[in-house]
């Protein structure tokens, strides 16, 4: 395992240069702006989505035809890119601790915007990483896309007190 993280790490630090300074650069201005909650969790979005282009980098230079040579087991591989996407979130955590911590934000601040950045960054995961998987990074696209929609209306149902969806099974408008 440890050579996949390595061949992991070389491949973000060759071709996805941009990715680290990025991600560092919104997780910190959301620890230290103070209304910048969005920035810290657009930042670990945007982390999250390293690992899907990884894989997509993979498909494409065919590593996954080359792995399949070699004395991996398919679970130790899917259970690689979980354990690496979660290093790399708790890598931006102590980036976001640490600018908060510089920002002067108090305790309370700093806890709400981990719990928001952890709660963000997993339910990101839960769509992206397992549809990529199951299905590649072409067709996972369309299917999270779906998935999430279909998510979005039924939480904006609930948040409404499920009102508008008996409307529309109703017929009304």
């Given amino acids: 395992m440890k050579g996949l993280f390595y061949k992991d790490v070389l491949v973000l630090l060759r071709k996805f240069r941009t990715y680290i300074p990025m991600c560092i650069l919104f997780v910190g201005m959301g620890g230290i702006m103070e209304d910048g909650m969005f920035w810290a969790v657009y930042g670990v979005m945007f982390t999250a989505t390293m690992v899907s282009s990884l894989m997509a980098d993979e498909e494409n230079t065919g590593w996954n035809d080359t792995a399949s040579y070699l004395p991996l087991s398919a679970r130790t591989q899917v259970s690689e890119k979980y354990v690496f996407s979660l290093l790399c979130i708790l890598s931006f955590i102590v980036v976001y601790t640490a600018a908060?911590?510089?920002?002067?934000?108090?305790?309370?601040?700093?806890?709400?915007?981990?719990?928001?950045?952890?709660?963000?960054?997993?339910?990101?995961?839960?769509?992206?990483?397992?549809?990529?998987?199951?299905?590649?990074?072409?067709?996972?696209?369309?299917?999270?896309?779906?998935?999430?929609?279909?998510?979005?209306?039924?939480?904006?149902?609930?948040?409404q007190g499920g009102q508008g969806f008996l409307e529309l099974l109703a017929g009304k408008e």
Avoid: C, D
């Fill in 100 to 159: 908060a911590m510089i920002g002067g934000k108090p305790l309370y601040e700093i806890s709400t915007g981990l719990v928001a950045i952890v709660m963000t960054s997993e339910i990101v995961f839960l769509f992206s990483l397992p549809f990529t998987i199951m299905f590649g990074v072409q067709k996972s696209g369309l299917i999270r896309l779906i998935v999430t929609a279909v998510l979005v209306f039924f939480g904006i149902t609930v948040l």
